[in-house]
């Protein structure tokens, strides 16, 4: 086998992942194969500004791209590829929550479109491969990366003893994808398919269905082939499939025993690197059954490993603890080591002395340290969730995906297998083969005259040469002589049952040229479509993007109204609350005034009433009775005489007896400050007032004018009006309002009084 060798550098390509309306993305796509990094507004590092950068890509993915077009543009070739023998290693890569998983799987389960890379490549393989699938247990895997040819007894046992699948039932799925081109109809094909995961560094079958308890399953080592010198898993269990729904069963089930877990940014996060490997098996059909060559050197065997890589993290934003946060850890090393490695591969193509890759610090990059090494093509999905808030992750990422992208490994193109042109026949081997049954079925053991019985007749008669009219009836003599002398040996049923296979035969070849015609003709008017379309095409698909950007923008633009729009609305409401607060306070004040208007314009008794005077009676006595004993402990304990005030013009700051006994502190006797101020204070007081004896005095200006009965006379003359109130309240302690107002002239040359301060003051018992 002959092998090419050349330098290719990896393929990177870029998926955006939708975002959501009015969010302000980070990575924006320019064009076809340009993003730009922006940093969110309020983004400072170090205190700097990011200053915005563009990142080049084989392909970018925006949020409208579909599922197919991924397919189409990132692995259809790699499919092609497998079936020509060709290996390939695909890669998703990405922060947590960017898309990984939806891309490479997609929703397998759910039966819509939203098929990944994984269920459309194997939907495109087994379409391909329709007419070269041979019977299941021909091929077993050998337990070292290879395969061998059983004989046919083996071949059984082993369909026989196979294990029954699972229990998901696949209902047979349809998938729109352009077909690829199919394997040639001299070699037979098997497919056989194994899923493993890369956990915490240790690398565990997920086909492996007898383990039950994932605490219990053991992990695989990665081992080198000593011939092939290819890496691969350790007796990694490889199962054989013949459709797309087999293998998506399979598929599922593993599912089901790979580490995923709920974190903050995904709510089925993976935990591990799933690696599905498909394995196309491949030899020539021997000459004349449906068996194939039992040389096992014939045998090809080329993959495609789709690869779905953890996502890398940062503890800080995924809030992971405990074994998330060691799952974490082992996945950011692994993926850290996978740059290690780029970044020697970087250096190593830049220098003639080469240093050694460390591949074999993980079992990430061990596994696949032959495809560095050329054993096929690397390509890359960098996934992208453009939220502001993974910026700092999509960052790095952009940064790993430039550093990928100056990689260069040594690719081996190994000699193709023959393919079968897309106007193939659309019959295949088997056809043929069971033809050939039915036609010696028919035959029996007159085989050997069929090719006389099949001798075309001679032309038909025609008389525009009628020197020639004998020769023409003699050949046709001569075929029915033979036809007729070949019905006798055959006898009449085999002759007829001959007769009537040829006729099929040609019908059935016939209906295959009619259907070759008609798809040449097909593609040729598809060719025609699609160049006058091509152009159109185009134009929509930028009209779409700008659309799209439209959209995006009025989206934004609609975003930040609703929020101004809430905004006021919040504010309106605090505003009605304060207006409401504002009116129960305006109204509690209206209410105050009304009880000192009611009090102070009710007529103005000059005896008080029984109560206060009553009252009177009791607050003297006490008094006169604190006066004796306090007269009394004076005398007794030679008590010091009182330390005479600084402030002379505030009373003494020693407590002096007040007229009704009690004790009060001059320096603050004078308490309303706001009575009097600049004019004459009319004092209104009860007739029977109840010394208050207390600390609390209006301080009023000497020329004051004292009444107990006001009359105009004494409202003219006086500019201010402090009025003494006394009542007694539920719990018996006597309470004094002191109402304050101004006195002002009215329009018809009297007076009235303007009320603007009460104070209150009320005794109360200690004891109480
Ligand atoms: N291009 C897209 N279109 C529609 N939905 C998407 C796209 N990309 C991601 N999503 C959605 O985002 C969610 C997270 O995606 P996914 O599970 O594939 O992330 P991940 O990168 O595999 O994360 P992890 O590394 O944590 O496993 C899923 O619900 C998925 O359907």
Redesign the pocket.
């Known amino acids: 086998m002959t092998e090419t060798d050349k330098k290719r550098g990896l393929e990177i390509h870029c998926?955006i992942?939708?975002v959501k309306p009015g969010v302000e993305p980070c990575v924006v796509p320019e064009d076809e194969s340009l993003v730009r990094l922006v940093a969110p507004a309020d983004y400072l590092r170090n205190g700097e500004p990011f200053t915005e950068r563009i990142y080049r890509f084989g392909k970018v993915f925006d949020?409208t791209d579909d599922q197919r077009t991924v397919f189409e543009a990132c692995a259809f070739d790699f499919v092609q590829d497998l079936i020509k023998g060709q290996n390939s290693l695909l890669f998703t890569y990405?922060v947590?929550?960017?898309?990984?998983?939806?891309t490479m799987a997609g929703s397998v389960k759910d039966g819509k479109d939203n098929f990944g890379i994984l269920p459309r490549a194997l939907y495109v393989l087994f379409k391909s491969l329709q007419n070269n699938m041979v019977e299941k247990g021909i091929f077993r895997p050998n337990g070292q990366n290879g395969f061998v040819i059983q004989s046919p007894e083996e071949a059984k046992r082993t369909r026989d003893t196979a294990p029954p699948m699972g229990h998901y039932e696949m209902r047979p799925i349809y998938i729109p994808v352009r077909p690829a081109q199919a394997l040639s109809q001299s070699h037979c094909s098997t497919v056989f398919v194994s899923y493993v995961e890369i956990y915490n560094n240790l690398c565990y079958d997920l086909l492996d269905e007898n383990v039950t308890d994932p605490k219990l399953r053991t992990s695989h080592d990665i081992r080198t082939n000593p011939l092939t010198k290819t890496t691969y898993v350790e007796k990694v269990k490889e199962v054989e499939v013949h459709s797309v729904e087999e293998a998506l069963e399979q598929f599922l089930q593993a599912q089901e025993r790979r580490q995923t877990a709920k974190?903050a940014?995904?709510a089925?996060?993976?935990r591990s690197h799933s690696i599905f490997t498909i394995r196309l098996v491949t030899a020539p059909w021997a000459e004349t059954d449906e068996y194939p060559i039992r040389d096992s050197d014939q045998i090809r065997i080329s993959e495609m490993s789709l690869v779905?890589l953890?996502?890398s993290e940062r503890a800080k934003r995924t809030g992971n603890t405990g074994s998330r946060l060691d799952e974490a850890g082992a996945i950011n090393s692994s993926l850290l080591v996978l740059r290690q490695c780029f970044e020697k591969l970087r250096t190593n193509a830049k220098t003639r002395n080469p240093t050694p890759v460390p591949y074999r610090d993980t079992k990430l990059t061990h596994l696949f340290k032959t495809y560095f090494e050329g054993k096929g093509c690397i390509r890359m999905i960098i996934?992208v969730n453009p939220r502001p808030a993974d910026f700092e992750e999509n960052k790095h990422v952009m940064e790993f995906a430039e550093l990928a992208r100056e990689v260069k490994t040594n690719t081996i193109t190994l000699p193709a297998l023959p393919l079968e042109g897309l106007n193939s026949l659309p019959f295949g081997r088997r056809d043929v083969l069971q033809w050939t049954r039915e036609f010696e079925e028919a035959v029996g053991d007159f085989e050997p005259l069929m090719i006389e019985l099949f001798e075309p007749p001679p032309p038909p008669i025609t008389v525009i040469n009628p020197e020639d009219l004998k020769d023409q009836i003699e050949r046709w003599r001569e075929y029915y002589s033979r036809q007729d002398a070949l019905r006798k040996k055959m006898g009449e049923t085999v002759y007829d049952n001959a007769k009537a296979f040829s006729e099929s035969l040609k019908q059935r070849l016939c209906y295959a040229d009619l259907a070759i015609m008609r798809c040449e003709k097909l593609s040729d008017e598809l060719n025609e479509v699609q160049q006058a379309y091509a152009h159109d095409v185009s134009r929509l698909r930028e009209e779409n993007k700008l659309l799209r950007d439209k959209l995006h923008a009025v989206e934004y633009r609609l975003c930040g109204y609703e929020a101004k729009d809430k905004n006021d609305r919040e504010r309106e409401k605090e505003n009605r609350a304060e207006m409401r607060r504002t009116a129960a306070e305006s109204e509690r004040k209206s209410r105050l005034l009304n009880a000192v208007t009611t009090l102070v314009e009710a007529p103005i008794t000059t005896t008080p009433t029984t109560n206060v005077a009553a009252l009177r009676k009791q607050f003297d006595t006490p008094a006169t009775a604190q006066d004796n004993e306090r007269k009394r402990l004076r005398t007794r304990n030679h008590s010091r005489p009182p330390v005479p005030s600084k402030t002379a013009n505030t009373g003494s700051a020693t407590p002096s007896v007040s007229r009704g006994g009690t004790h009060m502190n001059t320096r603050y006797h004078r308490r309303s400050q706001s009575v009097g101020v600049g004019g004459r204070v009319l004092d209104h007081q009860p007739v029977n007032k109840i010394p208050t004896g207390t600390v609390f005095q209006p301080q009023l200006p000497r020329n004051s004018r004292h009444t107990t009965r006001i009359s105009t006379e004494d409202l003219k003359k006086c500019t201010d009006y402090l009025f003494t109130n006394q009542s007694r309240d539920v719990n018996g302690s006597v309470r004094t309002d002191l109402v304050k107002g101004s006195i002002i002239p009215t329009a018809g040359g009297g007076r009235s009084v303007m009320f603007n301060d009460v104070e209150v003051l009320r005794h109360q018992d200690p004891t109480d």
Do not use: I, M, Q
Not at 96 to 102: E, Q
């Open positions: 998926r992942a939708p949020g990405g947590t929550g960017s898309g990984k998983t939806h974190t940014l995904n089925s996060s993976s779905d953890a996502g996934c």
